[in-house]
């Protein structure tokens, strides 16, 4: 397992050594490569601009060589693709990526962020780009664009997959990509919001363990340090919720993966239940949900830089059903989408 760690390790080393370390000599070498695979996570391009200043642009990193080699590629579960779209006109403004499990909550932040942004008619009713599907809903107004992800790791990284993707060949650059979602927190109270310092697995280590042909490969699931401080600044300016920065836990599943006793099976009691819950607090989480690590890996692999706002819908220290009333729910529910919002509008200078 360590072993196939460091094969991984070492094969992005080397993409970083032959992409980052001023290896490629000359700009128009730089030039030549921008869109190609294999760019290394962190590296950027320096673009010139019409008044030949030169500029930075963040590409996105896409670590598959094969694509180059496809004429065509279908995003089978956005029924897009780059023979029958043209990504580049149709996506190429984006610069803030938000995706969130819920196909409603996607278009209701696509809404409200058109209204916060002043790019929305009034009942204007945003349409679904990925219709042609009921697997994942998108919307976009101006530079921004929503997807829904579903439920668990391998929902929302069939999603990234065909997204990332989909922001490479629309050749876009200087991406924030930001998950909002809801969990279950620790040792907080209901309705507060926790921003990602750390993924980390049910055993509390920041990484994501995947088989790929049949070997276990261990990614980081670190995020980016500085966009959750700026996250943070943005809800102190706010000042609605509570807001903190800590672990989030991501687990394989809402019941036996998070210590629930309310599930069909549990083999466990409510002692050892409480036990490992403050053991998780103790190593530093503060909310339990199900998609950050392999969305906090994948970002890290493309090079984009990403944060996880999630609010919290109940207190696990104090039980397993979430309870409030349906109007107290959709209230929390729509904390991330104010953060994420106006973080946002303060983006663009519109704050
Ligand atoms: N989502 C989760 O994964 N867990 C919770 O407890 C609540 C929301």
Redesign the pocket.
Known sequence: MVAFMRQEEGLLNLIQKVFVSGKLRTKKMQRKRRYKTYMAPGSSNEKNTDDGQASKENFIHLCNPHLEKMKEDILYHFALGTGTHDFPSLFGDVKFVCVGGSPSRMKAFIAYIAEELGLGTPGCDYPNICAGTDRYAMYKVGPVLSVSHG?GIPSISIMLHELIKLLYHAKCSDITIIRI?????IGLKPGSVVITRQSVDATFKPQLEQVVLGRTVIRSTNLDEQLAKDLMQCSKEIGQFNTVIGNTMC?LD?YEG?G?LDGAICLYDEEEKLQYLKNAYESGVR????ESSVFAAMCNLSGLKAAVV?V???N?LEG?Q?SSPHDVLVEYQKRPQKLVGYFIKKSLGKV
């Not at 979602?181 to 927190?185: F, I, M, R």
């Open positions: 439920m979602g809801t969990s279950g927190g687990t809402f998070q629930r909310n339990i949900e199900m999630c919290t819908l109940l696990r397993d979430i």
